[in-house]
């Protein structure tokens, strides 16, 4: 009878290791702005992925960026990835803007400890600065410009040691207008100037820095000692074109005389017209007061009421004469009225006592008639003069 035996190295035995879970896209990088001129420096964020076996962190995986049609980016171009910092950087000009609204398209990829891989794709979008230029500064050195021009990071240090000759904690305030062969011209500007309005001190600051009487400053040399530097230049734009101390005298009379006439205008005619404008409102001001203080009138109540004259029914017949007194058919312009007498027009004014006396007693003198009125004196009677007792009374 044959006993089989077992080997022990033939036994299988069930394994207790998890299999590698590959990187997850966290958050994606999306869309980056890279304004054009300046320094471009993003370090990719620490959760853009997560990987359960590595510690769940970006910093923990191998990070490499690359173009999306899988070309990896060349040495000379003018953005760069460090893995080791896992930092994109790069320095965009105004040659490296899009026509459209599209951007450099690449891919970010994570690798964990076991080869696992996971992908994220982003843009880079080249933006034109839209701040003005009021100070534009010329800069020659003497590298090699094609050696220049290849190497991203020695564009990225020569800006951040002008930045630190300025006193600036990093490159964000420079911004590079182009670079040019001849050996390598650098034109730039301090956005850190306003565009508004020039700033005489700040315009001064910038350019005494770096140069004295026309020459470079030495100082300014030594502090790019990694660059030979030949000369440097600076021309005034914008809002500062034409404020060089010195310039005044280049103004044209006729200019001038404009400028004069708007400032007489500012000066004196509009304080005058604000000055006319105060003072009518003042006035309305106190018309309108002085309205509301008026008392109102006292309405008086008529005490006679108006009435129509009475006329005679006799009168309206007859057609007066002017200049003549109106006689009635009854009345009779030869005979005075009985109460009058010559002695009683003659008679002097008596006192109340003789009235008294005289009360109840006959007049002995009576009323003696005119002589008779002759027709034949006179045509019309009219023409006449009126009698006694027609005319005014004697005062």
Known sequence: MTQSVTSSSSIVRPTTERPNSPPKVYNEMGRVSAPAGKALYLRIP??????????????????????????????????????????????????????GVSGESLVLRARDSQGDEALDAFEVLVVPSEKPVVQELTLRISNNFRIFISNVSQRLLLLEKIAAFYGDSDSSQIRVLSFTAGSVIMEWTNDSLPTDTCDEEKIQFVENRILEDGE??????????????????????GVCKGTRPGDETTIAPAQQSRIEESNLWYKHVLIGLLFVLIILVLVSILVWYRRRRRSKPYNEKRTFKKRKPIILGQEIELEPIAGKALVLPDDDPSQPPSYLSETSLAKPV???????????????????????????????????????????PMY
């Open 46 to 99: 620490d959760d853009t992925f997560y990987d359960s076996e590595d510690r769940a962190t970006t910093r923990n995986l191998s990070l490499s960026v690359g173009f999306a049609s899988g070309d990896s980016i060349p040495s000379d171009f003018w953005l760069q990835f460090d893995n080791k910092t896992q930092t994109i950087y790069g320095l965009p000009l105004d040659a490296h803007v899009r026509s």
């Open 350 to 392: 008596s006192s109340d006592d003789d009235d008294e006396e005289d009360y109840g007693k006959s007049p002995s003198i009576r009323y003696q008639p005119p002589p008779p009125f002759h027709a034949a004196l006179t045509e019309d009677p009219r023409s006449s003069p009126p009698p006694a007792y027609m005319m005014p």
């Open 216 to 237: 470079v400053r030495e100082e300014f040399k030594e502090a790019l000692r990694d660059f030979l530097v030949e000369n440097a230049t600076q021309i005034r734009m």
